[in-house]
């Protein structure tokens, strides 16, 4: 019963309060009944071996269809998120409104891939003006740091080591990059958006087969005692369908609700934050003058045109974006539209414009406000047209070299950052035609591990290279440096038709997110597939090393194929999360990825 009572009378405000609570429980917690009975795949352990190892262990598939609306539409990775995000927009809210809401309640029931104690991306589309604005919630690295954060005695030291440490830890930047793009585009009272999560903190939710999953299978989370605390009840991995309740998490989304981001990044929360990260074993540098410091930035995002539609998505300190455009521009001359998808002609063709992609990405991409990023140069037309045109039909190229057009390459070194960030991906779209799409992580799975107050921080800063030069000497663009954002792979994106919003997409995935984001594209606007379709095709695609086939799909059939044609074949898993919306004459269709546990759903 709430507390707000005046002569044993309910307050309006409380009765409004208690029926609020009492339609959460009963239609968010309900979604998840019917996927308690489905047996994970337990993931193993990642070690340093594996370079290009899924950032989030496969913990098999759902079965998921096309679902079709009229009014708006959400696709979440969970069931919970998505029905907050409906709420909020069936009581008027706007896109960004129910973007806070998902997140808010992703931290707590999707802990190991995002939450506020992270960073994101996100793009948003103004149905009004026809225009696309980007916002960055990226991680900042403490003031006090150095190139050499990583290095022990000269040596980079084991990524195991620094993955799982306080020295990782940034600056999380979700929060006030979601209150600056409340105040732009926002339309509820910024409180009402946390209602969703703060019920379900307080009331719990059922742990789902994936969430299990990765605690039973994450040996560092287990290290940690607040962390065990929560997860580990009895000592015991949370099995699925045990509900989780989160008080302190709870007690922080209140007072950010009621006194703002403010609250977050200066006092109490604050100094809990940085004091864990200063306890840990392997101490980080974080300080309460880097956290009350933080600003989030809106950015240009950057756009190229494919086919009749005009792409745009994030641009530095994100790779992602231009990567993902690159690849498209590279592929217009080959004329993919006209090929099988599924084929290995296909197969060979996206993974050489995947190869040549990320070999430019790993010379010339970091923040951009410490260096220079030459974002025209490579994405122009007479560019990406050349780079295309090294693409062999008959046999792969091997190691792609990374092009030069502003001729800078010999001034900068290959970057060796290993670009495992967990992360999780939503799209929406609101009732007057708004678009969101929005990448947000705490980098590896779980983050640091470090759990305050009920949420996880961040593990972001070995999103750098952790060698700041490279092995001739040159100076790495994405290396360490104090307030620096470090590099990412995400690539939220927003595609438009004539000025109108088409489609919305994005993915997790560590640096496979270019991947995954580009199949998507390709089978929607090149192989006229539906939004499912496309986030169905088999993952395949090259990181500038092996050609990578998704194990247990449809392109294991491809490998013979493509060694013909020159190619080292990798197969491994490849989980991705992509979420994606497409809005067409009919009305607006939307697709969840079958690797993960997303929920589409609109009316």
């Not at 696309?132 to 150095?146: C, H, I």
């Not at 060979?348 to 790993?362: I, K, N, P, S, V």
């Amino acid at each position: 019963m709430p507390s707000d009572l005046s002569s044993g009378t309910l307050t309006l405000t409380a009765l409004r309060r208690a029926l609020k609570r009492a339609f959460f429980a009963l239609v968010l917690l309900a979604p998840l009944t019917a996927s308690l009975a489905r047996e994970p795949q337990m993931p193993k352990v990642a070690t340093d071996a594996a370079t290009d190892a899924a950032p989030e262990a496969a913990t098999g598939k759902t079965a998921q269809t096309l679902v079709r609306t009229q009014r708006f539409m959400v696709v979440s990775a969970n069931a919970l998120a998505t029905q907050a995000g409906q709420y909020i927009l069936r009581e008027g809210g706007s896109a960004v409104d129910a973007a806070i809401a998902i997140q808010l309640v992703l931290g707590l029931v999707e802990p190991q891939s995002s939450g506020i104690g992270g960073g994101a991306f996100l793009l948003h589309y103004d149905a009004v003006g026809q225009k696309v604005r980007s916002y960055d919630g990226r991680e900042t690295a403490p003031a006090s740091v150095s190139a050499d954060l990583f290095l022990r005695q000269g040596k980079v030291m084991p990524f195991s080591e620094a993955v799982n440490s306080g020295r990782a830890v940034g600056t999380p930047g979700v929060l006030r990059m979601l209150e600056l793009a409340h105040r732009r585009h926002g339309k509820l009272p910024w409180s009402r958006l946390f209602e969703p999560a703060i019920t379900l903190a307080e009331q719990g939710f059922a742990v789902s087969p994936r969430l299990h999953a990765q605690i039973a299978g994450n040996r560092a989370l287990f290290a940690q005692q607040a962390a065990r605390d929560y997860f580990y009840p009895n000592g015991q991995p949370a099995a699925i369908g045990h509900v989780l309740k989160n008080s302190a998490y709870a007690a922080v989304l209140k007072r950010i609700a009621t006194e703002g981001v403010n609250t977050f990044y200066e006092g109490e929360i604050a100094a809990d934050m940085v004091a864990a990260v200063r306890a840990h074993p392997v101490p980080g540098e974080l300080t309460l003058a880097d956290i009350s410091g933080y600003r989030a930035k809106e950015r240009t995002a950057v756009c190229g045109k494919h086919a009749r539609y005009q792409v745009c998505s994030m641009g530095p300190p994100s790779s992602g974006g231009i990567a993902v455009l690159q690849m498209l521009g590279m592929l217009e001359q080959h004329q993919l539209d006209q090929m099988q998808p599924g084929s290995v002609e296909a197969a060979h063709y996206f993974a050489e414009a995947g190869r040549l992609a990320f070999a430019d990405r790993e010379r010339y991409i970091a923040d951009p406000d410490f260096i220079t990023v030459p974002v025209d140069a490579l994405l122009d037309p007479r560019y990406l047209h050349w780079r295309g045109a090294q693409i062999d039909s008959r046999m792969s190229m091997g190691t792609a070299l990374p092009g030069d057009p502003l001729q800078m390459l010999a001034k900068r070194g290959k970057d060796q950052a290993a670009d495992l960030p967990s992360t999780t991906h939503f799209v929406v779209v609101d009732a007057q035609g708004h678009g969101v799409s929005m990448t947000s992580t705490i980098e590896s799975e779980f983050g640091s591990k470090i759990f305050v107050r009920g949420f996880l921080l961040n593990n972001q800063l070995t999103d750098f290279s952790l060698q700041p030069n490279d092995n001739e000497g040159r100076p790495v663009a994405n290396r360490v440096a104090a307030g620096k954002r470090p590099r990412s792979a995400m690539a939220p994106t927003v595609v438009m038709h004539n000025g109108r919003l088409f489609m919305l997409a994005g993915s997790p995935g560590g640096s496979a997110i270019i991947n995954f984001v580009a199949k998507t594209l390709i089978g929607v606007l090149d192989w006229q597939l539906d939004v499912q379709q496309s986030i169905n095709l088999p993952n395949i695609g090259s990181r500038n090393r092996e050609t990578e086939l998704e194990r247990g799909s449809a392109a294991e059939s491809l490998q013979q194929g493509l060694r013909q044609r020159g190619h080292r074949v990798t197969i491994l898993p490849m989980p991705s999360g992509v979420h994606a919306i497409v809005l067409d004459q009919d009305g607006i269709t939307g697709g969840a990825d079958p690797r993960r546990e997303g929920r589409a759903a609109g009316e």
